[in-house]
């Protein structure tokens, strides 16, 4: 087993896989001025972003839930593996031939440490059933499917679709020839192991390589070709595997993210055809579910690429057939609408043709059209409600009012509810004021409900508990960016993000001109490894005084000092950063100052007279040195 990863290489790493463009595979990131990007955190909902990211220095932070780190780091926590894993995945992106040590203590290989191995596993399995698609006699019903449906070999290539081989062990015995193990050709779900062997998992099918947002090949979508496949499901997906999970993937996604984020736009389609159809007639936004419902982690994906939030509103298009299921389909995405910031909209072709049908039938501006003629969801699902009442009886009237002030008072943007409120009166026929008295009414009763339901939990809580006892009071350490403490992270931003401006004097400061531990635990480790002046350059720098605090909470904002702005409208240069390191020794002495005077007023000057005398001398060398440091303050306008 291979021993560590030497340094060396790890710090290639982090040189050469650029933070901004890791992150940005996974979120839109938009410029937030001075070298810093912003973004949607992908650690936590948010609906303002709060998520930095500073490539000169290699690091990101969120100011929402204090995640950071640099792109190891990222790829630690946004993938959920080990240390080692995230240098290996980084590696074989970014094209490093890792160099393992051969002593020391081992690395523990889990599932997560194949990524690198089963992404390459997938690739030649992609260019396997390509060659396939083209060059096998056998697969001549994939190449008239796609024909029949509108595809020509370009859009074929374009997309990858692919034909995997009937014989059941063609991809298999070629993997293997490409230097895979068994292990790893289960683990990537390309290959089953049955009560014979090993086997191909996909036979006789055309396949769609689902890729993620960095254009990796993870999984594949597999449809049916042949009447006597003995699997009768007409499509087949690629099972749960350390690099694949169907809840949050979206098919299409690496060729749609870059429109997505341009054009504030998503559309989600149902399939893969349907996503190609709307990428050749021109929507390029257009993303599918592999295999599962749209759920909360697809939003969550899509939102993070729409840069969705409160300020820069985009939209969701949802294409649903016309039928019921499609009808189903949509009122569960409604019921999923408050994921989004975003406006929701419901794109339903009147004949009930899907947007690959669509685009057969009528061409490629009927697809356009389609988009172009969108609904908002709510009012789409509005009409479903009131189609299931009779309108021309009174009682059924009233059924249909009550069913649909339901869905009103859920309507996520509240500003709207009167708009919509006075709609639901026109559809029906009746008073707005009686209308609106039944919207009122059902929100009251929503809250009634939802205010029983955390009593009960409460309520739960306490008798599982057998007692009830007061809540201890917490201790918590306040903020380190509380402005009591705003001259000391602005002297620590400085020093972390521009080291050579602070240079040895930085070295005058100690533990007393520190007042939060946070902060003085990271000057101090800054001094441990040599102090500003011997920084090494860009993010090795902040990397090395985050490793040199070692597990102190302190590390939990090192992140946020190499990324957070400076609060100053230029450049910063020698002059500011030193006024800086003024102001922070003089705040030092205006404290030693108070403890002085307060020690003074206790001393009886004539029983005492030496040490009153002493210590005196030494209050009026302290408000000099005050008055010194005051100036230099003020010379550097900080």
């Given at each position: 087993m291979a021993g560590r990863i030497k340094e060396e290489d790890i710090a290639l790493v982090r040189e050469r896989a650029r933070i901004d463009d890791v992150v940005g595979s996974y979120v839109?990131?938009?410029?937030?001025?001075?070298?810093?990007?912003?973004?949607?955190?992908?650690?936590?909902?948010?609906?303002?972003?709060?998520?930095?990211?500073?490539?000169?220095?290699?690091?990101?932070?969120?100011?929402?839930?204090?995640?950071?780190?640099?792109?190891?780091?990222?790829?630690?926590?946004?993938?959920?593996?080990t240390f080692s894993e995230a240098v290996e995945t980084l590696a074989a992106k970014v094209g490093i031939q890792l160099r393992y040590e051969d002593s020391g203590a081992p690395v523990q290989?889990?599932?997560?440490?194949?990524?690198?191995?089963?992404?390459?596993a997938h690739k030649v399995a992609a260019e396997f059933f390509v060659d396939n698609l083209f060059g096998a006699a056998e697969a001549s019903i994939g190449r008239q499917f796609l024909d029949k449906r509108g595809f020509d070999k370009d859009a074929a290539v374009q997309f990858g679709v692919g034909f995997s081989p009937r014989g059941g062990e063609a991809l298999t015995s070629h993997l293997r020839g490409r230097g895979f193990t068994n292990a790893e050709l289960v683990a990537s779900g390309l290959v089953a192991d049955g009560q014979r062997g090993l086997y191909d998992r996909f036979r006789g099918r055309l396949m769609w390589p689902i890729r993620d947002a960095s254009s990796d090949v993870i999984g594949f979508g597999a449809r049916r070709l042949f009447d006597d496949d003995r699997i009768e499901a007409k499509y087949l997906n690629t099972p749960e595997t350390p690099i694949y999970k169907k809840s949050k993937v979206l098919y299409g996604v690496d060729l749609a993210r870059r429109e997505i984020a341009k054009g504030r736009q998503a559309v989600v389609v149902e399939g893969y055809t349907d996503v190609m159809a709307c990428h050749l007639a021109g929507v390029q936004t257009a993303v599918a579910t592999c295999g599962t419902s749209f759920g909360d982690d697809h939003a969550r994906v899509l939102r993070q690429l729409l840069l969705d939030h409160d300020q820069f509103r985009g939209e969701?298009?949802?294409?649903?057939?016309?039928?019921?299921?499609?009808?189903?389909?949509?009122?569960?995405?409604?019921?999923?609408?408050?994921?989004?910031?975003?406006?929701?909209y419901v794109a339903v072709e009147p004949d009930g043709l899907d947007p690959c049908d669509l685009r057969l039938q009528k061409g490629d501006a009927a697809v356009r059209e389609l988009i172009g003629r969108r609904v908002p969801l709510?009012?789409?699902?509005?009409?479903?409600?009131?189609?299931?009442?009779?309108?021309?009886?009174?009682?059924?009237?009233?059924?249909?009012?009550?069913?649909?002030?339901?869905?009103?008072?859920?309507?996520?943007?509240?500003?709207?509810?009167?708009?919509?409120?006075r709609e639901l009166a026109g559809h029906l026929g009746m008073d707005e004021d009686q209308v609106r008295s039944e919207v009122y009414k059902a929100a009251s009763r929503q809250n009634s409900t939802s205010g029983q339901a955390h009593g009960q939990a409460q309520a739960h809580t306490a008798h599982a508990a057998g007692t009830v006892e007061p809540a201890r009071p917490r201790v918590d350490i306040p903020s380190p960016r509380d402005q009591r403490f705003v001259i000391e992270w602005d002297v620590l931003k400085v020093?972390?993000?521009?080291?050579?401006?602070?240079?040895?004097?930085?070295?005058?400061?100690?533990?007393?001109?520190?007042?939060h531990p946070w902060l003085g635990a990271i000057r101090a480790a800054m001094a441990k490894i040599g102090g500003p002046s011997a920084a090494p350059p860009g993010e090795a720098w902040v990397v090395a005084v985050r490793d040199a605090i070692g597990n102190d909470p302190a590390t939990a904002v090192v992140g946020a000092l190499a990324v957070d702005p400076l609060r100053l409208?230029?450049?910063?240069?020698?002059?500011?950063?030193?006024?800086?390191?003024?102001?922070?020794?003089?705040?030092?002495?205006?404290?030693?100052?108070?403890?002085?005077?307060?020690?003074?007023?206790?001393?009886?000057?004539?029983?005492?007279?030496?040490?009153?005398?002493?210590?005196?001398?030494?209050?009026?060398?302290?408000?000099?040195?005050?008055?010194?440091?005051?100036?230099?303050?003020?010379?550097?306008?900080?």
């Amino acid at each position: 087993m291979a021993g560590r990863i030497k340094e060396e290489d790890i710090a290639l790493v982090r040189e050469r896989a650029r933070i901004d463009d890791v992150v940005g595979s996974y979120v839109t990131l938009k410029n937030a001025g001075g070298g810093n990007l912003k973004g949607l955190c992908p650690f936590h909902d948010e609906k303002s972003p709060s998520f930095n990211v500073t490539p000169s220095r290699g690091f990101f932070y969120c100011f929402g839930c204090q995640e950071g780190g640099d792109v190891i780091d990222f790829i630690q926590k946004v993938d959920q593996i080990t240390f080692s894993e995230a240098v290996e995945t980084l590696a074989a992106k970014v094209g490093i031939q890792l160099r393992y040590e051969d002593s020391g203590a081992p690395v523990q290989r889990g599932p997560g440490n194949q990524r690198p191995r089963l992404v390459e596993a997938h690739k030649v399995a992609a260019e396997f059933f390509v060659d396939n698609l083209f060059g096998a006699a056998e697969a001549s019903i994939g190449r008239q499917f796609l024909d029949k449906r509108g595809f020509d070999k370009d859009a074929a290539v374009q997309f990858g679709v692919g034909f995997s081989p009937r014989g059941g062990e063609a991809l298999t015995s070629h993997l293997r020839g490409r230097g895979f193990t068994n292990a790893e050709l289960v683990a990537s779900g390309l290959v089953a192991d049955g009560q014979r062997g090993l086997y191909d998992r996909f036979r006789g099918r055309l396949m769609w390589p689902i890729r993620d947002a960095s254009s990796d090949v993870i999984g594949f979508g597999a449809r049916r070709l042949f009447d006597d496949d003995r699997i009768e499901a007409k499509y087949l997906n690629t099972p749960e595997t350390p690099i694949y999970k169907k809840s949050k993937v979206l098919y299409g996604v690496d060729l749609a993210r870059r429109e997505i984020a341009k054009g504030r736009q998503a559309v989600v389609v149902e399939g893969y055809t349907d996503v190609m159809a709307c990428h050749l007639a021109g929507v390029q936004t257009a993303v599918a579910t592999c295999g599962t419902s749209f759920g909360d982690d697809h939003a969550r994906v899509l939102r993070q690429l729409l840069l969705d939030h409160d300020q820069f509103r985009g939209e969701v298009i949802f294409t649903f057939d016309g039928d019921a299921a499609g009808q189903r389909a949509a009122v569960k995405a409604f019921e999923g609408d408050q994921a989004f910031a975003a406006q929701t909209y419901v794109a339903v072709e009147p004949d009930g043709l899907d947007p690959c049908d669509l685009r057969l039938q009528k061409g490629d501006a009927a697809v356009r059209e389609l988009i172009g003629r969108r609904v908002p969801l709510y009012r789409f699902v509005l009409g479903n409600v009131l189609s299931k009442y009779d309108l021309d009886r009174a009682d059924t009237r009233i059924d249909a009012l009550r069913d649909a002030a339901r869905l009103v008072i859920s309507i996520r943007d509240r500003s709207k509810v009167d708009a919509f409120t006075r709609e639901l009166a026109g559809h029906l026929g009746m008073d707005e004021d009686q209308v609106r008295s039944e919207v009122y009414k059902a929100a009251s009763r929503q809250n009634s409900t939802s205010g029983q339901a955390h009593g009960q939990a409460q309520a739960h809580t306490a008798h599982a508990a057998g007692t009830v006892e007061p809540a201890r009071p917490r201790v918590d350490i306040p903020s380190p960016r509380d402005q009591r403490f705003v001259i000391e992270w602005d002297v620590l931003k400085v020093a972390m993000q521009h080291p050579s401006l602070v240079g040895v004097a930085f070295d005058e400061l100690d533990d007393h001109d520190f007042t939060h531990p946070w902060l003085g635990a990271i000057r101090a480790a800054m001094a441990k490894i040599g102090g500003p002046s011997a920084a090494p350059p860009g993010e090795a720098w902040v990397v090395a005084v985050r490793d040199a605090i070692g597990n102190d909470p302190a590390t939990a904002v090192v992140g946020a000092l190499a990324v957070d702005p400076l609060r100053l409208g230029r450049e910063p240069d020698e002059p500011y950063a030193l006024a800086l390191l003024a102001r922070l020794q003089e705040l030092t002495c205006a404290r030693r100052i108070q403890d002085l005077k307060s020690k003074l007023q206790r001393t009886n000057p004539i029983e005492r007279a030496d040490e009153y005398n002493r210590m005196f001398g030494e209050l009026i060398a302290l408000e000099a040195y005050k008055s010194e440091l005051r100036n230099r303050a003020i010379s550097g306008a900080i």
